[in-house]
């Protein structure tokens, strides 16, 4: 009986999601002692087995699939399920499709958005935008997803997991992925940044997020963005924050214009320290920061990315 990890990745590259899950695979395993065994399934296979044994994986089952198809994913790793294995997914689209597929072959219930490991089959999901925790024992076989930003990466090691090559698993004949098309990503994704800076509606209009993506950009962050700004067309839905976004958790999270309704707060409530930059001493993100500036953000940030620069200098 083992721990099995689909490592989320793509490309060849692990997502920081899928060192996060190795991170709640060990908090497993200091109450089940079952051993781990990562599961890696990509085009481009060659650094795999080094970068899951940096987190910390002694054994790898790879497999090389051409394009993502959840259905031939699934397959490949119920090939490789015992039973007792307990099996672990990202809470992410591909985790959640795969696990799905998983889920009805094995006639399991997925529980998905763990967010803690209470015990050797004991599992707290959060639900309804965080505000309700769940406590689940499953019987049968057990298929979890781990929340993004609760699970603590493992720290990085120098050593290389030991590779099986697995068979891939037959896709669907109904069934065929034709096209997958990465965003062209400039900067650091949100699922992996370590620090955020969020553009909220006080940012103003449209032509002036360059404001704050200087000051994104001059400390390697990732952009971040309230519904607000998503729903007037100002970013990409893709960087949205909160109940109906993503949920983050970075060592700084830096909110500019950013009232700090429920609906955010809830997406980054637990960041490490959280910068508010806000006109209105009364909005309520100030009620969660640690530093607030009552302030205007376009006399602010300017002001932040000249000191940055000449400490860069
Ligand atoms: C079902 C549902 C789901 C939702 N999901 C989400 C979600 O996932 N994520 C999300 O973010 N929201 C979500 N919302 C929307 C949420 O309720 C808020 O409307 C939204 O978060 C507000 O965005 P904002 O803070 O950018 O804008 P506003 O609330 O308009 O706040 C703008 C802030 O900027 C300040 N400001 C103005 N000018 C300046 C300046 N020059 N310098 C500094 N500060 C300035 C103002 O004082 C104000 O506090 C959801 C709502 C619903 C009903």
Not at 41 to 64: F, R
Not at 124 to 151: A, H, M, W, Y
Not at 155 to 163: F, H, I, K
Request: one cysteine or more; glycine letters at 8%.
């Amino acid at each position: 009986m083992t721990i099995l990890v689909y490592l989320e990745s793509y490309d060849g590259e692990l997502t920081g999601h899928a060192k996060e899950e190795v991170g709640m695979a060990n908090e497993i395993a200091t109450h089940t002692s079952q051993g781990i065994v990562g599961i890696a399934i990509d085009s481009n296979t060659s650094s795999l087995a080094q970068q899951a044994g940096s987190v910390g994986i002694t054994e790898l089952k790879l497999a090389t699939i051409d394009s993502y198809n959840p259905r031939a994913y699934a397959k490949t790793i119920e090939n490789i399920y015992q039973d007792g294995d307990i099996l672990i997914f990202p809470t992410s689209t591909w985790g959640h499709e795969i696990a799905a597929y998983l889920a009805m072959d094995l006639e399991a219930a997925p529980i998905t958005d763990i967010v803690e490991v209470r015990g050797d089959n004991k599992y707290i999901r959060s639900t309804n935008s965080n505000g309700v925790l769940v406590t689940v024992e499953p019987e049968g076989p057990k298929i979890l997803s781990c929340r993004q930003g609760v699970f603590s990466i493992p720290e990085e090691q120098d050593s290389t997991a030991n590779v099986t090559e697995i068979a891939a698993g037959e896709g669907h004949k109904n069934f065929r992925v034709k096209q997958v098309e990465p965003l062209q990503m400039t900067r650091v994704p949100l699922s992996d940044a370590d620090i955020i800076v969020t553009a909220g509606r006080g940012v103003g209009s449209a032509d002036k997020i360059p404001v704050v993506e200087e000051l994104v950009d001059i400390l390697d962050a990732a952009l971040g963005a309230t519904r607000a700004i998503v729903d007037d067309g100002w970013v990409d839905p893709d960087l949205q924050i909160g109940q109906t976004g993503k949920t983050v958790s970075p060592r700084l999270y830096i909110a500019c214009g950013v009232s700090g309704a429920i609906q955010h707060i809830t997406g980054m409530k637990t960041s490490d320290v959280i910068v508010a930059i806000n006109t209105d001493e009364e909005a309520p993100i100030f009620d969660i920061a640690d530093y607030g500036l009552v302030a205007d953000l376009h006399e602010v940030i300017p002001e932040m990315v000249k000191q940055l620069k000449a400490m860069k200098q």
